[in-house]
């Protein structure tokens, strides 16, 4: 299994995994494109056995101090192995990268599944959104993560102290950084136009 950033040769690949892992409100390939191209995007995927078995991306606006987890979703047959939750903190450690300080993510109130994904990393419920998620009319969970917290928990650094800008050490995948995330090999900066899928509901 590997880890990679995500390419625009990877649109197929995921939009396979985002209509059979959202089927009733799947991003369109516009917005699944616009997002791969973000310069404030960055996508991971993961390969087993030369497949994409699941993808995860964040938003994070350069110069900010948040972020949000865009999306995040395993092939069926690679879910429930811990496979989710390497994602998952390679893309925490990616906005560490990028010197976030609160990571923000929405979830449907009917997946208990991410929900205690989430909790168990440190995210806590901030709001509901009634009938965020259209057609089915289910509410969002807003949740938030303080990453400093995260971090320092995971990595021993802090991402708003200046001398915690050492990227290497907080690689996605390194094992100091993320000792459950596997590796990722190269992390191209991602190009975007801020846009519509961060407001089309993201995390479904
Ligand atoms: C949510 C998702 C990414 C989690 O990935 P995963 O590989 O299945 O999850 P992991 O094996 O890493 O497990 C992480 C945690 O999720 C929870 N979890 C996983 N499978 C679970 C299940 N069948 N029942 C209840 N909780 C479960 C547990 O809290 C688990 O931690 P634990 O193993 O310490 O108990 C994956 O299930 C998925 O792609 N689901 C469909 C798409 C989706 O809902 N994405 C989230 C949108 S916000």
Redesign the pocket.
């Known amino acids: 299994m590997s880890l990679r950033a995500a390419t625009p040769h990877d649109l197929d690949a995921i939009m396979q ?1 985002e209509r059979a ?2 089927p009733t409100d799947a991003w369109s390939d516009a917005m699944m494109r616009e997002e791969l191209a973000s310069p404030h995007g960055r996508y991971l995927v993961l390969e087993e056995a030369g497949r994409l078995i ?1 993808y ?1 991306g964040i938003r994070a606006v350069r110069g900010g101090t948040d972020a949000d ?1 865009q ?6 047959s ?11 903190r390679s893309l925490l450690a990616a906005a560490g990268e990028r010197r976030v300080r609160e990571v923000f ?4 109130a009917d ?10 990393e440190g995210f806590v419920e901030l709001a509901r959104r009634p009938n965020y998620y259209q057609p089915d009319g289910v509410d969002a969970i807003v949740m938030r993560l303080d990453l400093r917290g995260w971090l320092a928990a995971n990595t021993g650094l802090d991402a708003a102290d200046p001398a915690a800008d050492r990227t290497s050490e907080i690689r996605p995948g390194s094992e100091a950084s993320t000792p ?1 995330a596997p590796t990722l090999a190269g992390s191209p900066t991602l190009e975007r136009t801020p846009g519509a899928a961060s407001e089309a509901g ?3």
Do not use: H, M
């Open positions: 995994l892992s959202f699941g995860g987890i999306t995040i979703a395993l092939a069926e690679a879910r429930g192995r811990g496979r989710g939750r390497g994602l998952l993510l929405e979830v449907r997946n208990p599944v991410a929900q205690a994904l989430y909790v168990s459950d993201a995390c479904s």
